[in-house]
């Protein structure tokens, strides 16, 4: 199973990402996570990133859904994906639709979660 959750920040979609992983063995993906595991490594792909954030810039639709294809597999072996902060723009969407399409998933669900 293949599952959206998006929402305002602090909306809970970690947290419920989190009981999911727990309950369904599914795997977390989540974009914000990468992007601090690979600033935190030092990495050339880490460097880019702290550059373009520390300027208030989002990065750029191609580092993130390549990412997310590096993931992806281990992800659908697992069980299925929950996304995490992805996709957030239509590029994202489609290449995931894309991604998913190889290897003979979709999405299953989208949840959009939102705070009173």
Known sequence: MNLILFGPPAAGKGTQAKRLVEARGMIQLSTGDMLREAIASGSELGKECQ???SRGDLVPDAVVIALIEAQLKAA????????????????QAEA???????LGKQIDHVVRLKVN
Do not use: V
């Not at 072996?77 to 590029?91: E, K, Q, S, V």
């Not at 995931?96 to 190889?102: E, G």
């Open 51 to 53: 550059a373009i954030m």
């Open 76 to 91: 659908e072996d697992a069980g299925g994906a929950i996304f995490d902060g992805f996709p957030r723009t239509l590029a």
């Open 96 to 102: 995931l639709d894309q991604m998913l399409a190889k």
